[in-house]
């Protein structure tokens, strides 16, 4: 730039503009409409105004609510949209049976540009939810590449809701790409679009009764996936209870190029089942968490499980619990060596720390353990739920030097971080003495952090 030279609007390239305007299109949320920033900024003068206008870009992001306004503006945005590709976003929970006539001529109207489609929608009856899903069952998706779908319901979700609540997929060749699923199943039609699934998310109040095999069936035919999250939302109680010799047969689940797993709150029975019917030899992050105490549920014999691979390429591992006295749950430190076996090479492990006590201790109603699991282990991080310590800071200590000392002893290289808490009730010369002793097995004291926690 020459000296003196002045830039302002005018003189910034059209394109660049454009560009600079496409980052006001935040992701937005159900309180904040996606041109909450671009339509104040695009109104400061004429110019600027014209630019947006012009853009078919910047005017692809199709949302639509229960305000009545909404509808309208959503059509203007279509006009505005040119042959762009959409991203489609509808959140309607009041009066369906009057919207539903005119929500199905605009996606009908748009449907070969649809790039995105996100629906959260209450159905006040089975004939609604017919003529819908027959409806978008018939539309052209050629430019589909993720589906995100919620039923709304007002009432308690149980798994016969679910089951009523089954959605069809594309029939015909699509980019489907991305499918996330809420209170809702899935139809199994004779279509590639499972097949070319690289993140599917599903989230259900029971998955054993989803119905089960049909759950597992999708899986079984989602063999491109990348990316698969389970998570139970709003679940109370399990109809069905397996021992681990009673598991149902599934058909191995085989994902060659899955590198992410999630387990949210689904019940032991189905996260053992999953985990022994998988094969995912690239597989590198998982979640699990376990849920609150669920009716009917059972707390596994862990050890007694098929026997299953290794998942030898995780490198993270995630574990959290929400149960409310998880340091007195059945078999709790089999779940712990169940988890060392599957994921034996982790670098990275968080870990309840109920669930860490008397996993490497010798307690009477149990046989002596006689291992030192993650031999890789550089990171770990105890988790305190609601930051309350159960009344066993000490033995939370306690555990984590035995185990320290273990690795000392089998030559493992010294943990990079570790995360771990006490409360002010704990005798201070204790809790002291023990810390310090951690401290001296760490890389450095620097890599040592202990939180309070509440009693």
């Given at each position: 730039m020459e000296d003196g030279q002045k830039t302002t609007i005018l003189t910034i390239p059209p394109?660049?503009?454009?560009?600079?305007?496409?980052?006001?299109?935040?992701?937005?949320?159900?309180?904040?409409?996606?041109?909450?920033?671009?339509?104040?900024?695009?109104?400061?003068?004429?110019?600027?105004?014209?630019?947006?206008?012009?853009?078919?870009?910047?005017?692809?992001?199709?949302?639509?609510?229960?305000?009545?306004?909404?509808?309208?503006?959503?059509?203007?945005?279509?006009?505005?949209?040119?042959?762009?590709?959409?991203?489609?976003?509808?959140?309607?929970?009041?009066?369906?049976?009057?919207?539903?006539?005119?929500?199905?001529?605009?996606?009908?109207?748009?449907?070969?540009?649809?790039?995105?489609?996100?629906?959260?929608?209450?159905?006040?009856?089975?004939?609604?939810?017919?003529?819908?899903?027959?409806?978008?069952?018939?539309?052209?998706?050629?430019?589909?590449?993720?589906l995100n779908f919620e039923v709304w319901h007002r009432e308690v979700v149980t798994a016969d809701t679910i089951a009523v609540n089954a959605i069809p997929l594309p029939t015909q060749n699509s980019p489907l790409r991305s499918l996330s699923l809420v209170h809702a199943s899935l139809q199994l039609p004779d279509s590639p679009v499972l097949s070319n699934l690289a993140i599917l998310k599903l989230s259900s109040a029971s998955f054993w009764d989803w119905p089960y095999f049909d759950l597992f069936e999708v899986l079984r035919n989602s063999t491109a996936l990348e990316e698969l999250e389970l998570r139970g939302v709003g679940l109370k109680e399990c109809r069905r209870s397996y021992s681990a010799s009673q598991l149902p047969a599934v058909p191995r689940l085989e994902h060659p190029n899955l590198r992410r797993l999630s387990l949210i709150a689904v019940e032991n029975n189905m996260l053992a089942r999953v985990l022994t019917s998988l094969t995912a030899p690239n597989l590198e992050?998982?979640?699990?968490?376990?849920?609150?105490?669920?009716?009917?549920?059972?707390?596994?014999?862990?050890?007694?499980?098929?026997?299953?691979?290794?998942?030898s390429t995780v490198r993270s591992l995630f574990v959290t619990d929400r149960s409310s006295q998880p340091s007195e749950s059945p078999h709790k430190d089999q779940y712990v060596h169940f988890l060392a076996k599957m994921f034996p090479g982790v670098e990275e492990l968080e870990l309840p720390a109920a669930r860490w006590r008397g996993v490497f201790m010798t307690r009477a109603e149990h046989v002596k353990i006689a291992i030192t699991p993650w031999k890789d282990l550089r990171s770990l991080v105890l988790n305190y739920p609601d930051g309350l310590c159960v009344g066993w800071c000490l033995e939370f200590l306690s555990e984590t030097l035995r185990f320290l000392e273990a690795r000392k002893r089998q030559d493992s290289p010294p943990l990079e971080w570790l995360h771990l808490g006490a409360c002010s009730n704990c005798p201070s010369e204790v809790k002291d003495l023990l810390s310090s002793k951690i401290q001296k097995l760490m890389r450095s004291k620097d890599d040592l952090q202990v939180i309070e926690v509440s009693h």
């Open positions: 394109e660049v503009t454009v560009n600079i305007l496409e980052h006001l299109l935040a992701d937005h949320t159900p309180s904040k409409s996606p041109y909450a920033d671009l339509l104040p900024v695009t109104q400061t003068s004429t110019h600027l105004r014209h630019t947006a206008l012009s853009a078919p870009a910047l005017w692809s992001k199709i949302e639509i609510n229960d305000k009545p306004a909404s509808f309208n503006f959503a059509k203007l945005c279509l006009s505005r949209s040119g042959n762009h590709k959409l991203d489609i976003s509808i959140r309607v929970l009041k009066k369906m049976e009057a919207k539903i006539k005119g929500l199905l001529a605009l996606l009908q109207y748009v449907s070969t540009r649809i790039r995105s489609l996100s629906m959260k929608l209450s159905f006040t009856g089975v004939g609604q939810w017919e003529v819908w899903w027959d409806s978008l069952e018939a539309l052209d998706y050629r430019a589909l590449e993720t992050v998982v979640s699990l968490e376990i849920p609150e105490e669920l009716q009917n549920d059972v707390e596994l014999v862990w050890d007694d499980l098929p026997q299953a691979a290794p998942f």
